[in-house]
């Protein structure tokens, strides 16, 4: 079997190093030559240089990473040749002897992802968070696990095959990544592959309340559970006056550390896939009530003259920014970065925003979608901080929810987010 591998960084190098455990005769095609030189130190055999349909000759499987668009031109020859085309996901899964519950979902996968493993995991369950939350599912095959948790993004759905959950989770649906995919409607076709191999004894938890999930789960084959962070709908789970029911637990919000629904539904999903694998209430109720997300999402940097100073920089997509900016009263908003081809109208339009302040490559179109909303330019984080500072008031929260990438400026989401707080403790706290 000889299989070429697309894209050497963490899930490229990961699928190489599994498919040569089994056999396989492996090529790694890679432009970037500080990945190839990792590459090599793995004694992998490498390839660099400008794409050529020449590199297809003799190849058996081709194995691709999220770095190569399904329109860019490698993909687009190796659809042509007919050769087998999978991503590291769907690799890695058919080696796999665990069963598997899958998250999506344009925002909260590692949430849910985290929360479910944590859930298993206190219940005494063998189990790993793996996929797109940071270690690859090629990593885990060998592990003697009782089931897998696998957040799977949309670049990793969109080359499954027969990748089958037993229980798979759409958490929401919004425009993004359309760079990469080409359409809102091929984004959303991607995401609801998810469920094309499940059957009816499978599970399919879904955000009752979100547009986008609700077209992703339509015909789908599995058993649906609907959840929501405002009620309780019909056969499913969610808020019902001041509590969480999930059916077999029920916990009172107020013993619950963030008071938002978006976080309820991450919580009302992630405990309906925990349960029905065999946690225990007491373990799902543990994790409820002591967790706490990664940073930069939604993350108190301090609260300095009854004004708040939260770091969201992990929302790079207006929708992430809308749910953010919506669970505060009173917002200054911190915006902008590098628009992936998205409307920021809807983040624009939120009501709880008194103030914008627009950064990076997307301020013009920020300060083209304002309508009546203030907004002023900054250059740098700190000078967005300063400007935040003479602008909040008493009771206000200044957000640092982008709805953009972070590359135009920073390295990273982590990179902006730490810039941010470096920014606010600097003009509040001093040097």
Request: charged share 20%; proline share 5%.
């Amino acid at each position: 079997m000889k299989s070429l591998v697309l894209g050497g960084a963490v899930s490229g190098r990961a699928a190489a190093l599994l498919a040569r455990r089994l056999g396989h005769s492996v090529m790694v095609f890679d432009q970037d030559p500080v990945v190839l030189a990792k590459l090599r130190g793995d004694r992998l055999s490498v390839t660099t240089g400008t794409w050529t349909p020449t590199l297809l000759s003799g190849v058996d499987l081709v194995i691709t990473s999220p770095g190569f668009s399904e329109t860019s031109e490698p993909i687009s020859d190796i659809r042509a040749a007919g050769i087998p085309l999978w991503s590291e996901l769907e690799f890695a899964s058919r080696q796999l002897s665990a069963p598997v519950i899958a998250v999506t979902g344009t925002n909260g996968k590692t949430t849910v992802t985290r929360l479910i493993a944590d859930m298993l995991a206190e219940s005494g369950l063998a189990t790993v968070a793996a996929g797109n939350i940071g270690r690859p599912l090629a990593d885990v095959v060998d592990e003697d696990l009782d089931i897998a948790v696998v957040e799977t993004s949309s670049f990793q759905l969109r080359f499954i095959d027969q990748f089958h959950p037993a229980t798979a989770l759409i958490l929401n649906v919004a425009p993004d990544h359309l760079d990469w995919h080409g359409s809102f409607d091929a984004y959303l076709a991607a995401k609801a592959m998810i469920h094309c191999n499940q059957t009816p004894d499978d599970l399919l938890v879904y955000d009752a309340d979100d547009a986008g999930s609700v077209a992703a789960v339509r015909n789908a084959p599995s058993r649906l559970v609907p959840v929501s962070g405002t009620r309780r709908p019909e056969g499913g789970a969610g808020v019902v006056a001041d509590k969480l029911d999930l059916g077999d637990l029920v916990v009172s919000l107020a013993r619950i550390p963030i008071a938002d629904p978006a976080f309820f539904v991450d919580l009302a999903s992630a405990g309906v896939a925990a349960l029905a694998h065999g946690a225990g209430p007491a373990a799902v109720e543990q994790v409820i009530t002591t967790f706490r997300p990664d940073p930069h999402r939604r993350t108190l940097v301090g609260r300095w003259q009854d004004v708040d100073w939260v770091d969201d920089s992990k929302a790079t997509n207006p929708h992430a920014a809308v749910a953010a900016a919506s669970a505060y009263s009173s917002v200054v908003l911190i915006a902008g970065g590098r628009n992936k081809g998205l409307d920021l109208a809807d983040l624009m339009a939120v009501s709880t925003i008194k103030h914008v302040i627009a950064m990076g490559e997307a301020a013009v179109e920020l300060e083209d979608a304002a309508g009546g909303t203030p907004i002023d330019r900054a250059e740098t984080m700190q000078e967005a901080v300063d400007i935040a500072d003479r602008i909040a008031r008493p009771g206000d929260t200044v957000l640092l929810a982008p709805g953009c990438a972070s590359f135009d400026m920073f390295r990273s989401y982590a990179e902006r987010g730490n810039s941010f707080a470096d920014a606010v403790r600097y003009r509040k706290e001093g040097p």
